[in-house]
């Protein structure tokens, strides 16, 4: 089992940017996929970005694509979501999540994912 908190939320304007973390408690971190999801108010949550074992499988949603980056450091049992030119659309509530892996694979769905973290505001002023 795993346990995940995210940090680094916050309030900024518009083209700003944002490092969230997601530490990971456990040795097996480095046999689990990552992934950091979304949930604005109101709506669904939603994918924006996995990663596999190694850091080197990834995915990154198309509404945030060449804005944010994932990246993980299995040493620290951290991932991290780079986001760069934020825009008031991207506010929401962060979340990361893991999910044993048999192979080095990204996740996508949601439902793929066991472990989940309370979750980080993120809110971008225009």
């Known amino acids: 089992q795993v346990q995940v908190v995210e940090s680094g939320g916050g309030l900024v304007q518009a083209g700003d940017s944002l490092r969230l973390s997601c530490a990971a408690s456990g040795r097996t971190f480095s046999s689990y996929a990552m992934g950091w999801f979304r949930q604005a108010p109101g709506k669904e949550r939603e994918f924006v970005a996995a990663v596999g074992w190694s850091g080197y499988s990834k995915y990154i949603a198309d509404s945030v694509k060449g804005r944010f980056t994932i990246s993980r450091d299995n040493a620290k049992n951290t991932v991290y979501l780079e986001m760069n030119s934020l825009k008031p659309e991207d506010t929401a509530v962060y979340y990361c999540?893991?999910?044993?892996?048999?192979?080095?694979?990204?996740?996508?769905?949601?439902?793929?994912?066991?472990?989940w973290g309370q979750g980080t505001q993120v809110t971008v002023s225009s």
């Open positions: 999540a893991a999910a044993r892996a048999a192979s080095d694979i990204v996740r996508i769905s949601r439902v793929s994912y066991e472990y």
